[in-house]
């Protein structure tokens, strides 16, 4: 295992967690986290990673910027983006030119929007392919929604196990996360993507949002309904383990 450190055009340092296991060859998979959280993704993309290394993949987690240990910047899907072709170039840069990007909830928004050339095929937890309805009282309290509307950010305590004190937040952010244009997501998409969801996400509308998408998906796309399962409280991870490990190693296999 190798901390890393990750820079990105604009001079934001990414932290990362770097893993070879000793059969891999040219397959790496690379993670992207969601909103407000980090690189373990609550220890999610932990066990993820354990599990592909354990079908002889390299494994990339790291924070988006403003995220973690990654050094302080305001979020933003624009940022996020360019973090994602940065992460994907570091690892191209260490031999690992054949990318497996696996990413979760409003992570889905910057691989989709990101599509890095060495992403030979995307999986996507809890899929985000258009706008989403928010009541932004009832996730943000009011004096950092005044401090939004008076200053143009807001600072949002950080629960996660980091050394990070808080997530910086601007207008922007919350256009980001709601705001999204099915087009410019899925649309000339072509690598194939693996959509998994969960109970959670089918109460959220995003299994009906991927079903009215999927004919603009590219050939070869499957989508997969767990509705037994809750990732987010680890029900149900056995299954997407095998889900992902499974396409991973029928798309882009490990080379002996």
């Known amino acids: 295992m190798t901390e890393v450190r990750i820079s990105t055009p604009r001079g934001v340092r990414l932290a990362g967690t770097f893993v070879v296991p000793v059969d891999s060859t040219d397959a790496a998979v690379i993670f992207a986290h969601s909103f407000l959280a980090d690189r373990h993704s609550g220890e999610h993309f932990d066990r993820l990673a354990a599990a592909y290394r354990g079908a ?17 910047d305001v979020i933003t899907l624009s940022n996020q983006v360019e973090d994602l072709h940065s992460a994907s170039a570091w690892l191209k840069s260490q031999g690992f030119d054949r990318q497996v990007l696996h990413a979760h909830s409003f992570g889905t928004l910057a691989a989709l929007t990101a599509r890095p050339e060495a992403a030979q095929t995307m999986v996507l937890t809890g899929m985000i392919t258009g706008p989403l309805s ?14 939004l509307e008076r200053h143009g950010h807001a600072m949002i305590p950080d629960d996660n196990k980091s050394n990070r004190k808080y997530f910086v937040i601007s207008k922007q952010t919350l256009i980001d996360l709601s705001m999204n244009e099915t087009e410019a997501l899925v649309g000339n998409l072509k690598t194939p993507i693996l959509a998994i969801h969960d109970f959670d996400d089918e109460q959220m509308g995003l299994v009906e949002m991927t079903q009215e998408v999927f004919s603009q998906l590219p050939k070869g796309s499957r989508v997969e309904v767990v509705r037994d399962a809750r990732f987010g409280v680890h029900e149900g991870v056995d299954v997407l383990r095998e889900l992902s490990v499974q396409w991973a190693t029928r798309l882009v296999p490990v080379r002996p």
């Not at 987690?61 to 302080?72: K, M, R, T, V």
């Not at 928010?134 to 401090?147: A, M, P, R």
């Open 56 to 72: 002889g993949y390299a494994t990339l987690e790291f924070d988006f910027s403003g995220c973690g240990d990654s050094d302080d």
């Open 134 to 147: 928010f009541d932004w009282s009832q996730i943000f309290s009011e004096s950092q929604l005044d401090d």
